[in-house]
């Protein structure tokens, strides 16, 4: 442990930066250019997507198709969610490495592991690499420095977030990572916690900022109508969290935030969107996702609704144009997911990409992807930014994926349309007291990235009785094209209605990557659905909404245990954003053996199945890298891999084997003449790992 004093990694970290400097003279040109251009220093990794256009591109090639396959595991890093302790005073704690923890651990078990500490095996964060550290945020939202050379824990941050409740809804724990702010002199680590504040740390030191806020924090929940932390929700959460890192542009560090959204009340707070002074943690600006009395779109909230309803937020990264001073902010749909009887009309600013001026908050533009949402169309992802070109014209670009499987393409400055995007008839609800939306917006360009709606022709067709049965199956459910509202269980009739993409997608948080030297779009997706069905709070327990969706209930079963959908279960697409075709489709592994050996497809010759996961992209100069969780050829393992496709044609270049599934996007980095390509992956422990060439 520290004794208050500078901790050694700062003279450590000056070094580092000098060999950076001196690596950087013997690199390739590309990757010299592309830091300058960025302004990032070469092989580092500053914001959750690379930098903050979300492009998840590094221009490193040291690690290449010829030898992918050869990569090793430099180190493991344990998660110190293992190690949690309430012993100390003051709600923190710092170690110099995590081998301190499993001697305490053996002197005194007890003392050193809280056994009513919650537990998460969930650690999604992508790290960020600054000057030879690695930083991140754990699911119970400590922040970790790790030397990024050997995986030596250098300083944790424990804020004790979970003694206050459960994060929003009940899911499991769960954080993406953290941001950087630098002017020279000083550097922070900033990051927000799972009660609902966002602290700001030393980043030499892990102490907190003292100057910043209130002793280096700030209250998120403050002045926010309808929220408070003595309320729970479902099983006891939350209503309001931030699992997602916060947005450092100039000096302004921008906030999301989770919120409990299937609520049995049609009262919730708001997604506000804050912005902070990086440096003094003053509030700058709000921007209200669900407008106040005299704010533009309020009138798309009929009957006052705006004056109870909630969420809208942007639970998922932000990106930003630093030059411009821009912030693209992706929002959620608003409470009740699923039944909008309480709220009827479009619903500005919910399920929308959103330009805002970086110094003010003040709408520069907006879009709305989903009109009165009723199908947990969130816009799940960082918008990637990109300059492309589009008949010969030059065009600062922001593309949203979602997972509804559209990617929607905008001028960034103005946010017209790169392609037109039509209005197009929906069906309407038959749920008591809902209006939806009567039509919805499909770009013309590119094409779907996944398949869309329900229909006969869409039911696994391997043989014509899996047909068959498939459609006797499909009878119990009212299925229909992209934006069928959910209806109500029948008795002895249907069982709800069938939505595809389901409400996970399509794409979700994982995102896109998109190759600044091309302007190709990289996106995984999944095959999935979903059911919804609803039930009638009751009133006397707090319910106040007229619907709101249950757990369980009938969902369509596959013939034979197969899946009732044709594949592929999951997939890669890149999609040219210069002309906004799809350059490639390709399944993401070639599906379980479960599948592939059933005996109903004996002799068949089946083609790949994917489902072997959507895992969030990386791109290099030369590769596409994600990880996958199944075979990927006839005759491979159906173990955990990471994989590098040729980012021209589709084709798997390169496995790597991994210890457990991945959970979090993977990133690279340069240190010491080496570049290195970290994930975090699961196990009885979660890990982040780190690869590199022998």
């Not at 300058?36 to 490193?60: C, F």
């Not at 209806?487 to 709800?496: F, I, P, R, Y």
């Not at 072997?612 to 006839?634: N, Q, Y």
Request: proline fraction near 8%; charged fraction near 20%; glycine fraction near 10%.
């Amino acid at each position: 442990m520290t004794d208050g004093r500078a901790h050694p990694v700062s003279s450590r970290i000056s070094l580092l930066l000098s060999i950076c400097c001196l690596l950087a003279l013997l690199i390739s040109p590309m990757v010299a250019a592309h830091a300058q251009k960025s302004g990032i220093p070469v092989g580092e990794w500053r914001s959750y997507g690379g930098d903050n256009t979300g492009a998840k591109y590094s221009p490193l090639d040291q690690i290449n198709k010829d030898n992918f396959g050869q990569l090793k595991i430099a180190w493991r890093w344990k998660s110190v969610d293992a190690y949690v302790s309430k012993t100390v005073a003051g709600g923190e704690w710092w170690s110099k490495s995590s081998d301190v923890f499993d001697d305490l651990q053996k002197d005194n078990p007890s003392r050193w592991r809280d056994k009513t500490a919650p537990w998460s095996d969930n650690l999604k964060a992508t790290p960020l690499m600054v000057g030879g550290v690695l930083y991140l945020a754990t699911p119970l939202s400590q922040a970790v420095a790790i030397d990024a050379a050997t995986g030596e824990t250098l300083w944790v941050y424990n804020p004790k977030s979970y003694e206050t409740g459960t994060p929003t809804m009940s899911f499991q724990w769960n954080h993406r990572g953290v941001a950087y702010w630098s002017d020279g002199n000083n550097a922070r680590i900033l990051f927000g916690t799972g009660d609902g504040y966002l602290l700001a740390l030393d980043a030499k030191t892990g102490r907190p900022c003292r100057e910043f806020g209130q002793d280096g924090r700030v209250d998120l929940m403050k002045d926010l109508p309808r929220a408070s932390r003595a309320d729970r929700d479902y099983l006891n959460a939350l209503m309001y969290s931030v699992t997602s890192p916060p947005l450092v542009c100039r000096n302004v560090v921008i906030t999301g935030c989770s919120i409990a959204d299937r609520r049995i009340t049609k009262e919730s707070p708001p997604g506000d969107v804050l912005a902070w002074d990086v440096k003094t943690g003053k509030l700058k600006w709000t921007f209200h996702t669900v407008p106040r009395e005299g704010e533009a779109g309020i009138e798309t909230w009929l009957d006052d609704s705006w004056r109870y309803s909630g969420a809208a937020n942007v639970w998922t990264s932000m990106s930003a144009d630093d030059e411009l001073g821009y912030v693209y902010l992706p929002t959620g749909t608003p409470t009740n997911d699923f039944y909008g009887g309480h709220r009827l009309g479009d619903n500005l600013f919910a399920e929308s990409l959103i330009c805002v001026d970086v110094e003010t908050g003040k709408r520069v533009w907006h879009f709305q992807t989903v009109h009165h949402g009723l199908w947990d169309y969130d816009n799940p992802a960082q918008p990637n930014l990109i300059d492309i070109t589009v008949d010969g014209k030059r065009i600062k670009a922001v593309a949203q994926v979602t997972k509804q499987g559209f990617c929607y393409v905008f001028d960034r400055i103005t946010g017209k349309p790169v392609w037109p995007i039509e209005e197009r008839p929906v069906p309407a609800s038959d749920v008591p007291g809902e209006r939806a939306a009567a039509t919805q917006p499909f770009p013309t360009k590119p094409a779907p990235f996944e398949y869309q709606g329900v229909a006969v022709d869409d039911l696994i067709d391997f043989t014509p009785e899996l047909r068959a049965e498939a459609v006797n199956t499909i009878h119990k459910f009212r299925i229909g094209p992209l934006f069928t509202p959910p209806s109500l269980d029948v008795e002895g009739g249907t069982q709800g209605t069938i939505e595809r993409p389901g409400e996970g997608g399509g794409a979700n948080w994982q995102g896109a990557a998109i190759d600044p030297e091309t302007g190709i779009l990289y996106v995984p997706s999944r095959n999935g659905f979903s059911v919804i069905h609803f039930y009638t709070p009751d009133v006397e327990k707090g319910g106040t909404v007229r619907f709101t969706h249950k757990t369980g209930g009938e969902i369509p079963r596959g013939p034979q245990g197969l899946p009732i959908f044709k594949p592929p279960y999951s997939r890669m697409t890149a999609i040219d954003l210069n002309k906004g075709v799809h350059v490639w489709m390709s399944p993401i592994g070639i599906g379980s053996s479960r599948i592939r050996n059933h005996p109903l497809l004996k002799g068949l010759k089946l083609p790949p199945l994917g489902g072997a996961g959507a895992k969030g992209p990386l791109l290099t100069r030369t590769l596409l890298i994600s990880a996958v969780d199944g075979a990927v050829s006839e005759g491979d393992d159906e173990g955990a891999k990471l994989v590098a496709w040729d980012k021209a044609t589709g084709k798997i270049v390169g496995t790597v084997p991994l210890p457990a599934g991945s959970i979090g996007n993977p990133m690279t980095f340069l240190l010491n003449g080496k570049q290195y390509i970290a994930l975090t992956v699961g196990g009885e422990t979660p890990q982040l790992i780190a690869f590199k060439l022998p």
